[in-house]
């Protein structure tokens, strides 16, 4: 069974989908397979990330007991392993059916599933505010708060939230920075445009570093990071 870690936003902005693709891909790197289970239903950010039409999402599973493969999209990484998204995609009113208590339980069901499929699961959480949020951070084994590098005092109504749903917070990840007072981690900005990500299991440099400290602090093992060894700059 695979390790499951919720990448929750403590603020919007954070790049919190954008570091669970590259924590994925890294990853993939190490010949894993990874599911990145998408909890952000509002802002649908991971489905700009893949390419070709999505007939099905994981709205369409939550609200019609479907089973998680009908929403399973591989994405191309640079690894040996393999990056499967299942992404949200939906219009509003099967949004509002995908945000219902009945609907979140199904969630949890789904990252059981992904739990199976995968060596690694990172879900993509939103600020905990909905009732599939609360299901993503409880059904997971650790949680890794994201912040804004600019709004890291954030992360404390974050950690009070987590903790009164009976999680705890196991990292804290500033994004768009070099440093931090209050992080564990941290990222700095990488200007890739969605279309052209990830870059973090083909290129090496600070991104790189930072994504893998990540994933070091999420799900406790290190990762080989690439290098840019025999280009011509």
């Not at 199904?106 to 909905?130: M, N």
Request: aromatic content about 4%.
């Amino acid at each position: 069974m695979g390790d499951v870690a919720a990448f929750v936003g403590t603020a919007g902005g954070a790049g919190v989908t954008r570091l669970c693709l590259e924590s994925a891909a890294l990853l993939s790197t190490e010949g894993a397979g990874v599911v990145v289970l998408d909890a952000a239903f509002a802002t649908q950010g991971l489905a700009t990330h893949l390419s070709g039409r999505l007939p099905t999402d994981v709205t369409t599973l939550v609200t019609e007991e479907r089973p998680l493969g009908e929403a399973a999209y591989e994405l191309e990484t640079a690894g040996d392993g393999t990056v499967v998204c299942v992404p949200a995609r939906a219009p509003f009113e099967r949004l509002a059916r995908a945000k219902t208590p009945d609907a979140a339980r199904a969630f949890e069901r789904l990252v059981d599933e992904a739990r199976e499929r995968a060596e690694y699961v990172i879900v993509d959480v939103p600020p905990v505010a909905s009732n599939e949020a609360i299901a993503a951070v409880t059904a997971a084994d650790a949680v890794t708060l994201v912040a804004p590098g600019d709004r890291t005092e954030t992360v404390s109504r974050m950690r009070d939230r987590v903790t009164d749903i009976g999680a705890s917070a196991d990292a804290v990840v500033a994004t768009r920075t070099d440093e931090s007072t209050v992080a564990d981690v941290t990222v700095p900005t990488d200007a890739t445009p969605a279309g052209e990500t990830p870059v973090a299991d083909a290129a090496g440099g600070p991104f790189t570093a930072g994504v893998a400290a990540v994933v070091e602090h999420s799900f406790g093992i290190a990762v080989d990071q690439p290098t840019n060894e025999g280009l011509l700059w």
